[in-house]
């Protein structure tokens, strides 16, 4: 963080000192008699003050304590920095496009094709990861960091494996720590379920698990998901009908089933983003009924399938995560 006057009218600075901040720098405010500016470090979990004249540390105060495990903490912090070893040029983190872990709402052109922003939650349970499921484990990530955009030296020591199949699990503690804190992100229960299912999302939930739609065929289980960890060539992928309208696709037709619970938080949807609502992906973007059959719906179906979709998740899926797993939903 830079200590700057603006030396006049056209917006001149003049730079009086860089500041060394701390862990997750989020929140600055001035002192009331402008003499300081106070530093809230969200993963020193404390607030530091320096001098407005130059830039020296007046003080720090503990504001809380940590309630993260040493390898959590760790991970975290790696996540939401962009210092090295992470990047090189020190402007994009992970969670500059997963705030908080959700996702950003943006649809990043990929040199495997467009790819909108996946959420983190429910991650340990939803693996194999990205829409193509090219990934088997969050330790993969680290080619994430090696990458274009972030161009870190990374947290693997040596060369990274090309092969995505072959584990890199067990081989860097900070390595582990990211991929432990990054699965550890739970669902919360929907907004739209406070009071349970609404009469309309509860026909929404008849017309889902109907034979007719075909829906649960591939959204099934707690997960709303068919998608299972299996070698690459076994992998359970789907064409929905998706994958013909970008022509930097190098990847599709064929898609891993996401889940849908949390999907009332995550649009746009669709690996490419184009359908911007729910309604959208059942009925613009399912033109030839490849996706589920939705052309037979009338609007009011349609709308109620919508608020089942929206409700997801309305409760704590069965059966309960094993001991030392994370809860998959938590209360809002
Ligand atoms: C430029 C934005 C961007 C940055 C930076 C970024 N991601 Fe992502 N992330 C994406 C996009 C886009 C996808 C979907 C890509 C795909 O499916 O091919 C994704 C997908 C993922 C997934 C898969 C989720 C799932 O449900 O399958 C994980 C895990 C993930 N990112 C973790 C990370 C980590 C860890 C970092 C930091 C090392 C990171 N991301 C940095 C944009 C980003
Ligand atoms: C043949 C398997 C299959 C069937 C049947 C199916 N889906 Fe899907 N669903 C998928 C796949 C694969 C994707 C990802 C496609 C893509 O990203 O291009 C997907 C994506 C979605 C998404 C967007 C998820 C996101 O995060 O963007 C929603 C919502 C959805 N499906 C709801 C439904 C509903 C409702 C039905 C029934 C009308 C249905 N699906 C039927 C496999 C299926």
């Given at each position: 963080?830079?200590?700057?006057?603006?030396?006049?009218?056209?917006?001149?600075?003049?730079?009086?000192?860089?500041?060394?901040?701390?862990?997750?720098?989020?929140?600055?405010?001035?002192?009331?008699?402008?003499?300081?500016?106070?530093?809230?470090?969200?993963?020193?979990?404390?607030?530091?003050?320096?001098?407005?004249?130059?830039?020296?540390?007046?003080?720090?105060?503990?504001?809380?304590?940590?309630?993260?495990?040493?390898?959590?903490?760790?991970?975290?912090?790696?996540?939401?920095?962009?210092?090295?070893?992470?990047?090189?040029?020190?402007?994009?983190?992970?969670s500059?496009?997963?705030?908080?872990?959700?996702?950003?709402g943006?649809?990043?052109?990929?040199?495997?094709?467009?790819?909108?922003?996946?959420?983190?939650?429910?991650?340990?349970?939803?693996?194999?990861?990205?829409?193509?499921?090219?990934?088997?484990e969050?330790?993969?990530?680290?080619?994430?960091?090696?990458?274009?955009?972030?161009?870190?030296?990374?947290?693997?020591?040596?060369t990274?494996?090309?092969?995505?199949?072959?584990?890199?699990?067990?081989?860097?503690?900070?390595?582990?720590?990211?991929?432990?804190?990054?699965?550890?992100?739970?669902?919360?229960?929907?907004?739209?379920?406070?009071?349970g299912?609404?009469?309309?999302?509860?026909?929404?939930?008849?017309?889902?698990?109907?034979?007719?739609?075909?829906?649960?065929?591939?959204?099934?289980?707690p997960?709303?998901?068919?998608?299972?960890?299996?070698?690459?060539?076994?992998?359970?992928?789907?064409?929905?009908?998706?994958?013909?309208?970008?022509?930097?696709?190098?990847?599709?037709?064929?898609?891993?089933?996401?889940?849908?619970?949390?999907?009332?938080?995550?649009?746009?949807?669709?690996?490419?983003?184009?359908?911007?609502?729910?309604?959208?992906?059942?009925?613009?973007?399912?033109?030839?009924?490849?996706?589920?059959?939705?052309?037979?719906?009338?609007?009011?179906?349609?709308?109620?399938?919508?608020?089942?979709?929206?409700?997801?998740?309305?409760?704590?899926?069965?059966?309960?995560?094993?001991?030392?797993?994370?809860?998959?939903?938590?209360?809002?």
């Amino acid at each position: 963080m830079y200590l700057l006057n603006i030396t006049d009218n056209h917006g001149e600075l003049d730079f009086k000192a860089a500041l060394q901040l701390g862990n997750n720098p989020r929140a600055v405010r001035c002192s009331p008699d402008g003499s300081a500016v106070l530093v809230c470090n969200a993963l020193d979990f404390n607030v530091v003050a320096f001098s407005l004249q130059d830039g020296r540390e007046l003080g720090r105060v503990a504001v809380t304590k940590c309630p993260l495990d040493e390898s959590l903490l760790l991970g975290k912090k790696l996540f939401y920095t962009a210092l090295p070893p992470m990047t090189s040029r020190g402007w994009i983190s992970c969670s500059s496009c997963h705030p908080d872990g959700d996702a950003d709402g943006r649809t990043w052109q990929q040199p495997e094709g467009l790819r909108n922003t996946q959420p983190m939650n429910g991650l340990a349970s939803t693996h194999p990861l990205h829409w193509s499921a090219d990934r088997d484990e969050v330790h993969d990530f680290e080619h994430t960091i090696r990458g274009k955009l972030m161009q870190g030296r990374g947290l693997l020591q040596g060369t990274l494996p090309e092969a995505l199949a072959e584990p890199i699990a067990g081989r860097s503690t900070a390595l582990d720590a990211l991929a432990a804190y990054t699965n550890s992100h739970s669902f919360t229960l929907s907004p739209y379920a406070k009071q349970g299912l609404t009469e309309a999302a509860k026909r929404g939930q008849l017309i889902f698990h109907s034979e007719k739609t075909g829906c649960a065929t591939c959204h099934t289980g707690p997960l709303y998901s068919d998608s299972q960890p299996a070698p690459p060539d076994q992998l359970r992928l789907h064409n929905v009908g998706t994958g013909n309208d970008d022509p930097s696709e190098l990847m599709g037709p064929r898609y891993d089933t996401p889940t849908l619970l949390g999907i009332y938080r995550s649009a746009p949807y669709l690996h490419h983003g184009h359908a911007a609502t729910l309604h959208d992906v059942l009925t613009t973007a399912n033109p030839k009924d490849q996706h589920g059959k939705t052309s037979q719906l009338t609007p009011s179906e349609i709308n109620d399938l919508v608020e089942f979709l929206k409700a997801l998740p309305f409760e704590q899926p069965e059966p309960a995560p094993a001991d030392g797993q994370p809860d998959l939903v938590t209360p809002p």
